[in-house]
């Protein structure tokens, strides 16, 4: 009788666990989410980032076709 007993409490003591781990997976799951969520976050600022690049070159490509069309141009001013 006493193995009985020692057996249920090793069993609830071993369902505690299981339930605890089951808690600590789901904590790690929401986690793993939210973390996914600011990569993403992060992902999407650096290619607004990488396109204001580009367009920022394009503006500096444009003002040098109109520098180069005044140094061309400058002796009919």
Do not use: C, F, P
Not at 22 to 49: G, V
């Amino acid at each position: 009788m006493k193995n009985i007993n020692a057996n249920q409490k090793n069993i609830n003591a071993n369902q505690k666990n299981i339930n605890t781990n089951q808690k600590n997976i789901n904590a790690n799951q929401t986690n793993i989410n939210a973390n996914l969520k600011n990569i993403n976050a992060n992902l999407k600022s650096i290619n607004t980032y990488h396109e204001n690049i580009n367009a920022n070159q394009k503006n500096i490509n444009a003002n040098h076709g109109v520098w180069d069309l005044l140094e061309n141009h400058q002796d009919r001013w």
